[in-house]
């Protein structure tokens, strides 16, 4: 098999080719969820490298999560995070926590700029991956997310510094039982394997030890998370104070333990600045940021042009994000033409996706409507939830196996069960309704105002010039528009459209005139989704 020219070319040097509609919009599609017409239009009016600046932004930290309905004596509209816990309404917040992280997916462009902050916010969730039903408490979960969103494209040092003390991830991985007399080893297994330095080759552990995990866990005792208020506390008694001894892997380093709490902090910043100082790590980090936003597919010569040079620029730049980011997203690689399409989106982009590049106005509530809210994106969530991706819930500390699970990969998103799930959603949202949470109310796609962004809505070729842009990564052949216009005309000649639509133009409160155009919109959207180009990004 040939390899892919993409691959054998591949080069970080600054791109110079086109800037487009369509490289504007692969850039889009890859960090954010979904791409507007909007998002493109903006993206593409500026040179390339002030589009990836623009995006490679944090965003403000949103307003904490409201209680949707009124709840154990807290008013809808307050938030819930401060308020007395009752362990009986844990359900119920977790499904609150998740609603309103689906709204801010949702939001990410509406009435401001749009950032990578929520695609970031969840690569972190993923690579720190915690359970919520483990936890059991959705006010740590919420503080872990606000974490995310904090370093969202900052410090991966002080991130694992963080992370290492986040209450929500010392209940998650038993960091709280970790004492002197019975170390748990989980964290201090995790923090090498899964968060910094990696396995190694071929399922190895080439890069530390058995010894070193146990090393680290005695570094990790004597921290507990307590509530409230929602904290993290050192027990000097339950420390080990001795001195811990590494492996060659970490060039034989001890660090030099004590028995105060300034003492552990010092032993946990060096255990954290040696495991840096492994290359292995800056290399790990950088593997995992590709897969997520470029392909999965790493071979010799990516590891050599692509993920060995940005590890040096992480390393130069003290392991922030950042720059690292800028560098792969302006690189000629990165528009390289074969890796669009080369991801297929998982189940968070491909709803959340949709409904921002083809919104429907039941998902963008009025601030104040709290229920109206929390039933719109709780119907999103549960929708990704039935194609294998629940919010705050991955499936083991690993994170979704889509993400690691070689030679796979991105196909695990795709199997029978899922296919057709998928499908029920665009048929659902673009024909038949969507049944909302509330198990009362449907809704569609809005296809006439969607179609009214359209420069000249009254010409069929340029409406499906426009729907495809959005919807796939490369632009539709002839032939593909060919096929969708047969969906909306029948065979007959684009007058027939043109008189269509300003006929209900013309009287827009007629409704057998805009069911007309509506039932064609209908149609041609859902075969537009439907088609296996929208699958992927």
């Known amino acids: 098999m040939k390899t892919p020219a993409y691959i054998t070319t591949a080069s970080l040097e600054e791109y110079t080719g086109s800037w487009t509609r369509v490289q504007a919009a692969h850039l889009g599609r890859r960090l954010l969820f979904g791409v507007t017409r909007d998002n493109i239009a903006r993206l593409s009016s500026m040179p390339m490298s002030e589009a990836v600046d623009s995006l490679l932004m944090v965003s403000q930290q949103p307003p904490s999560p409201p209680a949707y309905s009124t709840l154990n004596g807290i008013q809808q509209g307050s938030t819930w995070l401060d308020a007395p816990y009752d362990l009986r309404f844990e359900p119920d917040w977790l499904l609150m926590l998740q609603a309103w992280w689906v709204g801010e997916m949702l939001y990410q462009s509406v009435d401001k700029p749009p950032t990578i902050t929520e695609k970031m916010t969840l690569f972190w969730h993923n690579h720190f991956a915690t359970e919520a039903n483990m936890v059991n408490d959705a006010r740590y979960m919420y503080k872990q997310n606000a974490l995310f969103r904090q370093y969202a494209l900052g410090n991966f040092k002080e991130l694992v510094k963080h992370i290492t003390l986040d209450p929500a991830m010392l209940r998650f991985l038993n960091g709280s039982d970790n004492v002197k007399e019975?170390?748990?080893?989980?964290?201090?297994?995790?923090?090498?394997?899964?968060?910094?330095?990696?396995?190694?080759?071929?399922?190895?552990?080439?890069?530390?030890?058995?010894?070193?995990?146990?090393?680290?866990?005695r570094i990790l005792t004597g921290w507990i998370e307590v509530t409230p208020p929602i904290s993290v506390v050192f027990i000097a008694d339950n420390h080990d104070s001795g001195n811990k001894q590494f492996s060659a892997s970490y060039g034989n380093t001890i660090i030099k333990g004590g028995e105060a709490e300034k003492d552990a902090r010092k032993e946990l910043d060096e255990l954290i600045t040696m495991i840096f100082a492994n290359q292995e790590t800056s290399k790990f980090i950088i593997r995992k940021l590709y897969c997520w936003f470029?392909?999965?597919?790493?071979?010799?010569?990516?590891?050599?042009?692509?993920?060995a040079p940005l590890a040096e620029i992480f390393i130069k730049n003290n392991y922030e994000i950042k720059p690292v980011l800028q560098t792969l997203f302006k690189s000629t690689h990165f528009y390289n033409e074969a890796i669009y399409g080369a991801i297929i989106k998982n189940p968070v982009e491909y709803v959340v996706g949709t409904i921002r590049a083809f919104p429907s106005a039941t998902f963008y509530p009025a601030s104040t409507a709290y229920q109206e809210q929390y039933i719109a994106w709780r119907t999103l969530h549960k929708t990704m939830a039935s194609i294998q991706m629940e919010l705050l819930s991955p499936p083991n500390v690993a994170g979704w196996p889509a993400y690691w699970q070689k030679p796979s990969f991105y196909q695990i998103w795709i199997n029978l069960a899922t296919l057709q799930k998928r499908?029920?959603?665009i048929t659902d949202v673009c024909s038949d309704g969507l049944l909302l949470d509330d198990k009362t109310t449907n809704t569609l796609i809005d296809v006439i105002p969607l179609a009214m962004q359209s420069s000249t809505p009254d010409d069929i070729n340029v409406l499906i010039n426009d729907w495809c842009e959005i919807a796939f990564p490369l632009p539709a052949p002839d032939e593909v528009k060919k096929q969708l216009k047969q969906i909306v005309l029948n065979g007959l000649p684009d007058y027939e459209w043109i008189a269509e639509w300003n006929a209900y133009v013309s009287n827009p409160?007629?409704?057998?005139?805009?069911?007309?155009?509506?039932?064609?919109?209908?149609?041609?959207l859902r075969y537009i989704l439907s088609m296996a180009e929208y699958q992927v990004s």
């Open 423 to 425: 499908s029920r959603f």
């Open 294 to 307: 470029v392909d999965c597919n790493i071979n010799e010569t990516i590891e050599k042009n692509i993920i």
């Open 509 to 524: 409160a007629d409704t057998q005139k805009k069911k007309n155009v509506e039932d064609k919109l209908r149609g041609l």
């Open 182 to 217: 019975h170390p748990n080893e989980n964290f201090g297994r995790e923090l090498q394997e899964l968060f910094t330095v990696g396995k190694g080759t071929s399922g190895s552990t080439t890069t530390y030890t058995e010894e070193d995990i146990k090393q680290a866990a």
